[in-house]
C-alpha cells in the first residue's frame, strides 16, 4: 500500500436539510494536494454530498478536480470521484476514489485499486488515498 495523493480540505460552505425520513447536506469546499506524484489545486466547484433516507446509513460522495503540476513536471489535471458508507456509529472505515486524469505519467490511477482516508483537521480535513497492492 502505498499513499499516492494528500489532499489538504478547506471547507468554505455548508447547506443542510432534515426532512421527515431522510436528511441531506452538502459541503463547498477549496484546497490543494502535494506529494510525489502531483502538487496542485482544487479547482472551484468541489463538493461533498451526504445523504441518509432512515434508517440507512449516511452516504458520502464528494466530486472535484485538481489542477497542477505531474511527477513528469506536466501540467495536468485529476477529477476524484470519492464515495463512502458510514457504519450503523456513523464512522468511516475507508472511501472509494476513481480518478479521472488528462496526464500521461499518472493515467495508471485511472485502473489503480485505489482506498481512501479521511483525516479531520481545523476548518477542514485531509484526504489520504492510497494504492492498494
Not at 4 to 33: H, M, P, Q, R
Not at 56 to 68: F, K, V
Request: hydrophobic residues 35%; proline residues 3%.
Amino acid at each position: 500500500m502505498e499513499e499516492i495523493l494528500t489532499i489538504y480540505i478547506d471547507l468554505t460552505e455548508i447547506y443542510e436539510v432534515k426532512g421527515k425520513s431522510a436528511e441531506a447536506v452538502i459541503i463547498n469546499f477549496t484546497g490543494n494536494c502535494k506529494g510525489k506524484y502531483f502538487n496542485g489545486n482544487v479547482l472551484p466547484g468541489g463538493v461533498d454530498t451526504q445523504k441518509e433516507f432512515y434508517p440507512q446509513n449516511r452516504t458520502l460522495s464528494a466530486r472535484y478536480m485538481l489542477d497542477g503540476i505531474d511527477d513528469a513536471g506536466k501540467n495536468c489535471r485529476i477529477f476524484i470521484e470519492n464515495e463512502a458508507v458510514l457504519d450503523g456509529e456513523k464512522q468511516l472505515d475507508h472511501t472509494t476514489p476513481k480518478i479521472i486524469t488528462d496526464s500521461k505519467s499518472l493515467s495508471w490511477m485511472e485502473e489503480a485499486y485505489l482506498k481512501g482516508t479521511i483525516e479531520p483537521k481545523e476548518e477542514g480535513c485531509i484526504i489520504h488515498i492510497f494504492k492498494m497492492d
